[in-house]
């Protein structure tokens, strides 16, 4: 998790922050860490189902 950027977040906050506000960001940026990490997987595995494509080239000549 990028605690930069949540510091960044929270420093932005015009309103003194309550914990169920700090709450709220922390699985905001949760959410979108694991949706970057569920795209990259299903991507991974969009490959995997046919992994021999492009592996042999046969030349006749």
Not at 27 to 32: F, N, T
Not at 39 to 55: D, L, R
Request: hydrophobic letters at 40%.
């Amino acid at each position: 998790m990028d605690l930069s950027s949540l510091s960044i977040t929270l420093n932005q906050l015009s309103q003194p922050s309550t914990s169920q506000d700090i709450g709220v960001l922390m699985l905001s940026k949760q959410l979108d860490t694991t949706e970057a990490l569920s795209a990259e997987m299903i991507k991974a595995m969009e490959q995997s189902v046919t992994p021999a494509v492009g592996g042999n080239i046969d030349l006749y000549v």
